[in-house]
């Protein structure tokens, strides 16, 4: 399983403590205490890297040393976090989404009739269409 880590900056702020990644622009978070900054930390990562995957940017490599913003509050820690992109994207790529759809209105009087379900059987019949016989993408 893939891991990736990369140095964060936890930022004393008066509710908690801010968090960014200086090789990552963008990816923050915010905690109500350090421990709960480092967990929300691990989860923006995660979704970070998730994004930046699925849009087919380029995910830079985690440097040594971060570049620390200059108009970071003194106090600041930095620490490292770390990050399952695979687990975040199979959790997130095998998600219930809804979908809407139209039928006859005969068609769906029939099948309520017989307590069909409409979501297995068009997962079912998508699958079968697109010629993939397993149920999660990975």
Known sequence: MRKITYL???????S??????????????YGESFEDALKQAAEALGLHIYGMEKDGDEVPEPSKTPLVDPDTSPGFIVSPVTAFPDLVRNELDNRAVKTNLTIPAWLKEMS?????NYSKVLQTALMDYLGINQISKS
Do not use: K, N, R, T
């Not at 964060?8 to 008066?14: D, M, N, Y």
């Not at 908690?16 to 978070?29: E, Q, R, T």
């Open 16 to 29: 908690g403590y801010s968090v960014y990644f200086p090789d990552l622009p963008g990816c923050v978070s």
């Open 8 to 14: 964060a900056v936890f930022e004393p702020i008066e």
């Open 112 to 116: 309520e009739a017989q307590g069909v």
